[in-house]
């Protein structure tokens, strides 16, 4: 049996320059933080011919062609078995729709297992590249990059996006004060509700193709704003970050009418009057979890408790998508 274990993300800037319809002409550039929230795969063979999959519903099928899961159905065919005899299982800690970048996380760790069953290595690089190309290339999802790597790599970590699709990682240079700020003051609270990034990142995907100058200028000012924060972060003034990240949300809604709703903009009203100095949807927007960076986290937890979200508390991940059991 082989077990693997791929980190769920937050992202701290830059957000959206991942999509290849920007950085294919302007470049991109994020920062993202893996957390201690996990996607789990298993895989092993099971002592009767066939395929069994078992994550949200159960499938048996005999051939790769009839798998419906499409994510394990292109990493089967990636894998090009000999003989469909394999049992496959996932677990997480947070479901999907929530804005943690779950699908490239379970697609990450799909693939590592896979590979280490099959007694084969992955470069970190190349299982990114590889989970990518199941999710945009063969799957024409309208999703950026930043969901796969993160979760191979781990960490809290810088990503260059080029022209040419290249993707260029690296740690963001910060002090452990500035670590242990980031854990104690950044406060995830989810709204409670689950969303497809899909649509608003079609829309973001057509309208730069289209080279819509609203949605241009908007990229532009967020790749700045990822700019900012990495040089706020570096600097340890993590304040002027939280701040970065109130500007951030403020321009991120401007860019699709589904990034927010009443609900939703009450709450973060309310988080702002209790101790918050900034934050945000993480993800695409339209629900999953609000975050903030707090100057009074007591007074922030409770304002949120009583309005009735659920914060899940997190540290951050430095190993990336790996196997625990094999």
């Known amino acids: ?47 009767t011919q066939g395929i069994f999959l078992k994550y949200s519903k159960l499938e048996h099928v005999e051939a790769i062609d009839d798998v419906e899961h499409p994510i394990i159905r292109e990493a089967l065919r990636m894998l090009d078995l000999r003989i469909s005899q394999i049992e496959i299982t996932t677990l997480a800690d947070i479901p999907s729709g929530t804005g943690l970048g779950s699908s490239g996380s379970f697609t990450a760790a799909l693939l590592r297992a896979l590979w280490a069953y099959r007694m084969k290595l992955l470069h970190p690089g190349e299982l990114a590249r590889l989970a990518c190309e199941i999710e945009i290339e063969k799957l024409g999802e309208p999703i950026g990059k930043q969901d796969q790597y993160i979760s191979v790599y781990g960490g809290i970590t810088c990503f260059d996006f080029y022209k040419d699709g290249g993707v260029q990682a690296y740690p963001l240079a910060i002090s452990q004060d500035t670590l242990f700020d980031l854990e104690d003051n950044l406060l995830l609270f989810f709204t409670g509700f689950a969303r497809s990034a899909g649509a608003i990142l079609k829309d973001q995907h057509v309208r730069s193709q289209k080279s819509d100058a609203s949605m241009l200028a908007n990229l532009h000012y967020v790749k700045e704003i990822g700019y900012r924060s990495k040089a706020a972060l570096e600097g340890a003034r993590p304040d002027e970050f939280g701040a970065l990240m109130h500007e951030h949300w403020e321009n991120k809604k401007k860019r699709s009418g589904g990034m927010s709703n009443p609900l939703i903009d009450e709450w973060y009203e309310l988080g702002m009057k209790n101790g918050a100095i900034g934050g945000k949807l993480v993800g695409a927007g339209g629900g999953g979890f609000l975050m903030f960076y707090a100057e009074d986290r007591n007074r922030l937890r409770h304002a949120m408790s009583h309005a009735g979200l659920e914060e899940v508390r997190f540290r951050f991940d430095f190993e990336g998508t790996k196997v625990i059991l094999s």
């Open 1 to 47: 049996m082989i077990i693997t274990r791929s980190p769920l993300r937050i992202s701290l800037g830059g957000g959206g320059t991942d999509l290849a319809s920007y950085y294919e002409e302007h470049e991109g550039f994020l920062i993202a933080a893996a957390i201690d929230r996990y996607v789990y795969v298993t895989v092993m063979r099971p002592f």
